[in-house]
């Protein structure tokens, strides 16, 4: 399931964001590919090594400050996107955010090692586009 605004939609597929927007909507990497590298996070450990391919030439990069975590950039120049990930300069060297370069966006990833509680969505909150292409 994905949550998002109806910028977050609308970015994905233009007039997504009239029918999506703050709703929970089921979707499938079938229909809606751009998602399938964000799924693929859900049943593991979040890893860099996930995150992006081995083969990457990554190259750092000035870091930013995210919610008072220091962050080293990391840009990975065979893809040529513009993508930098950010991890802290902590021990922990966990991914703090990535910074999507062509499309624009950003997704961040805090309070690492704390319990998570799943909100429970009734079903009938639910829009099922699996068998709709966002793109």
């Not at 902590?90 to 950003?106: H, M, N, Q, S, W």
Request: charged content about 20%.
């Amino acid at each position: 399931h994905v949550n998002g605004d109806t910028t977050f939609w609308d970015a994905l597929k233009a007039g997504a964001g009239e029918e999506y927007a703050d709703s929970w909507v089921l979707v499938s990497t079938a229909t809606a590919p751009q998602f399938a590298k964000l799924l693929s996070l859900v049943p593991t450990k979040i890893a860099l090594e996930k995150l992006a391919p081995s083969t990457a030439a990554w190259t750092e990069v000035a870091g930013r400050k995210f919610n008072g975590v220091d962050t080293v950039g990391l840009r990975d120049l065979k893809q040529n996107q513009g993508d930098t990930v950010y991890v802290a300069k902590d021990k922990t060297g966990y991914p703090v955010a990535i910074e999507f370069g062509k499309g624009g966006g950003l997704l961040t990833f805090t309070d690492w090692g704390k319990p998570v509680t799943a909100p429970t969505v009734p079903d009938d909150q639910i829009i099922d586009a699996t068998g709709t292409k966002i793109s």
